[in-house]
């Protein structure tokens, strides 16, 4: 497996650029991809969002200079694509973003890319009423396993403004889980 | 006594999936890499032509 610092300079070498943007998908398509779906729910959208990612890296990646990690930069990008695409969907029917991801969690129950349980649809109903931050904190946290520090530099917020959120977070999501289960 | 009002309950969180039941079409993965090399580069060649136009 090729490092990032490596791939990189082949990325920004215009000789190599297009044969290492393909080793650049290969290793972090997945990834990326499940990071976006958690965000924008539906298979469709996170395909399109997951491309324009990959639009942004390529190029971006020539003016990428390796002070962070490469995964950092494009979840970042991810990230903010994914809630670009949310907020133009709001915008374009004139709600706010906030009807657009309860209306999304509503329709995962007939999603044939939703295989979950009732409480895996519970769940994402819950998430689903957070704020972004505390939304973004906890799909990181608790599906992705990520360390406070990794999130720190995806997001640009403070560890200790990350653990209150996170914490604000699971105190909703059992507060929504726990009146409609008990 | 903050540190008390500031903890989360573990043991109702492990009762959690830590799946989250989303699932992508078989096969995905697989196509996504020509695919989407093939119309990123075009795409960029597009937003080159573009920008030197300008």
């Known amino acids: ?182 | 006594m903050e540190n008390n009002s500031r903890h989360i309950n573990k043991d109702w969180l492990s009762k959690l999936p830590k799946n989250s039941g989303h699932k992508a079409p078989d096969g995905y993965f697989d196509s996504i890499e020509n695919d989407f090399s093939v119309n990123i580069v075009e795409q960029n060649l597009i937003f080159l032509k573009g920008t030197s136009i300008l």
């Not at chain 1, 969690?105 to 895996?120: K, N, P, R």
């Not at chain 1, 649809?121 to 608790?142: C, G, H, R, S």
């Open chain 1, 1 to 182: 497996m090729i490092d990032d610092v490596t791939l990189v300079e082949q990325l920004q070498d215009v000789q190599t650029k297009e044969q290492a943007f393909r080793v650049l998908i290969k290793e972090y398509k997945e990834r990326l991809y499940w990071h976006i779906r958690k965000i924008v729910v539906s298979h469709d959208d996170t395909d399109d969002v997951l491309q324009n990612t990959f639009i942004k890296v390529f190029r971006g990646i020539d003016n990428f200079k390796q002070d962070s990690k490469l995964y950092s930069w494009m979840y970042r990008i991810a990230t903010n694509e994914s809630i670009t695409f949310l907020n133009k969907k709001a915008r374009d029917r004139n709600v706010d973003i906030s009807e657009i991801k309860q209306e999304l969690a509503t329709s995962l129950s007939s999603d044939e890319w939703f295989t979950g349980d009732e409480i895996q649809l519970i769940l994402q109903k819950a998430i689903a009423t957070l704020p972004e931050k505390q939304q973004l904190v906890f799909n990181m946290k608790y599906f992705d396993n990520m360390k406070y520090d990794e999130i720190s530099t995806i997001l640009e917020t403070s560890v200790g403004g990350l653990k209150a959120s996170y914490f604000h977070a699971v105190k909703k999501i059992e507060h929504y889980i726990k009146t409609r289960t008990d």
